[in-house]
């Protein structure tokens, strides 16, 4: 399917900027000071090409619309609305349109996870079983030759670390068809429509794992696990606790669990079809109010937002003189913490991932080359499965985020091609 829409790309009409709304969004709002992109190294030519790339794909339909924010040295260099908010109703694209974050909710609960670690209340190394005494004794599902699932004593316990690095056991019922898998919800917004966050804790630790814990890297359910552990650390609701120790600090007045209000007319909308099968498509959360305020994949977001909270972790920590976390803290959350002796699944999640490794809560680039995508080594990342997109990158004090409405196949598509556009138009 990805051949054959990069070859009806090809086929595809010339980009008419007329055609699209692009609309450079310089406001008094602005979520950080700007700056002259030839001042920050980069070409205008280069940044004109991501004018051209949206209203190229929102011109032939693949994508309603998207919010582009470009920051180096903790200045914009690129910051635009283009397309619409919801195409069926014409309603363009605003600075301050609401997106639905699916899984870059995950770094947001890593970092307010760890400044309880910084408190001493939640340490890397306490197992789950201390939170939530279900987990004390753990099985893993092993499949024998006729396709049946037994199960084994977990060698050892679920650690806190290891909920932050996807390396529990824990998975999404989704990624695999395995008999294991299939006993597993499929995703995050699964468990956020079928459970609270204790009724989840009860029903994951009667599943069977997927593997040892601590020895293999697999992507799953391990931060809506720490998110319930959040809430059972603090007292409160995971909103409540992210907004004391990230959003309120940061300045991240359009990031929540729920969108209610006014603030309902600024949700970003996708198209009615997926433009690469042809499916209808939907994003539930847009619709429908989960139980769970789930940390794998639940929260809001605007591009503003988002811009600042990766400002503040490229900053060591600290944005506009308010800290969430040490310097040494971003460190230890942005260096791979997968040991020779943990495998590494990273590569299995998009083609972009070969070389990277995980840190807690971020992917996180261990080589220059291998990956098919630009940036440097200690770059990290993590992206959204409803088409929203965001990486760091220290060496080059380089921030980015790119918000969009659409889910599907597509959306690793605008993930490799924004790295392209993005670095494509440095020039030092």
């Given amino acids: 399917m990805r051949a054959d829409y990069l070859r009806s790309r090809a086929l595809g009409a010339a980009c008419v900027l007329a055609a699209v709304f692009v609309h450079d969004v310089a406001t008094a709002a602005d979520p950080l000071p700007r700056v002259d992109p030839a001042r920050a190294g980069f070409s205008a030519a280069g940044l004109q090409r991501i004018d051209r790339f949206f209203a190229d794909e929102m011109g032939r339909n693949q994508i309603p619309g998207a919010v582009v924010a470009i920051a180096r040295e903790g200045r914009l260099v690129y910051y635009k609305a283009i397309g619409?908010?919801?195409?069926?109703?014409?309603?363009?694209?605003?600075?301050?349109s609401i997106f639905a974050l699916a899984s870059m909710t995950k770094p947001m609960v890593v970092v307010g996870a760890l400044t309880?670690?910084?408190?001493?209340?939640?340490?890397?190394k306490s197992a789950v079983s201390e939170y939530f005494p279900q987990f004390k004794s753990m099985q893993v599902g092993v499949v024998d030759g006729s396709g049946q699932v037994r199960t084994e004593p977990a060698k050892n316990p679920i650690f806190i670390q290891d909920l932050m690095r996807h390396t529990s056991g824990l998975t999404y019922g989704a990624r695999g068809n395995t008999p294991v898998h299939k006993m597993w919800p499929a995703s995050s917004s699964d468990v956020a429509y079928t459970y609270s966050a204790p009724e989840m804790m009860d029903a994951l630790s009667k599943l069977p794992l997927l593997y040892q814990p601590g020895t293999t890297w697999d992507y799953g359910l391990s931060i809506d696990a720490l998110g319930a552990i959040v809430e059972k650390v603090t007292?409160?609701?995971?909103?409540?606790?992210?907004?004391?120790?990230?959003?309120?600090?940061?300045g991240m007045p359009d990031t929540s669990f729920a969108v209610t209000g006014d603030k309902r007319a600024r949700l970003a909308q996708p198209l009615a079809n997926d433009p690469i099968t042809g499916k209808a498509q939907s994003i539930r959360l847009l619709r429908e109010q989960p139980k769970l305020e789930c940390g794998g994949g639940c929260a809001f977001g605007t591009a503003a937002d988002y811009i600042r909270f990766g400002q503040m972790l490229l900053n060591g920590g600290v944005i506009d003189g308010k800290r969430v976390l040490s310097p040494k803290t971003v460190r230890l959350m942005t260096s791979d913490h997968l040991s020779p002796n943990i495998k590494n699944n990273v590569a299995g999640t998009e083609g972009g991932r070969d070389g990277y490794g995980f840190g807690l809560g971020v992917a996180v680039r261990?080589?220059?080359?291998?990956?098919?995508?630009?940036?440097?080594?200690?770059?990290y990342t993590w992206n959204g499965a409803n088409g929203t997109i965001f990486w760091a990158d220290p060496k080059e004090q380089l921030v980015v985020v790119t918000m969009t409405a659409g889910p599907g196949e597509i959306r690793k598509y605008y993930r490799e091609?924004?790295?392209?556009?993005?670095y494509g138009a440095m020039e030092k």
């Fill in 417 to 422: 091609q924004m790295s392209a556009l993005v």
């Fill in 116 to 124: 309880l670690y910084e408190e001493g209340r939640l340490p890397l």
């Fill in 235 to 250: 007292g409160k609701s995971l909103s409540a606790a992210l907004d004391e120790r990230i959003w309120s600090k940061v």
């Fill in 366 to 379: 261990t080589q220059p080359g291998i990956a098919a995508i630009n940036g440097s080594v200690g770059d």
């Fill in 84 to 96: 619409f908010q919801d195409k069926a109703s014409s309603v363009p694209m605003k600075a301050d």
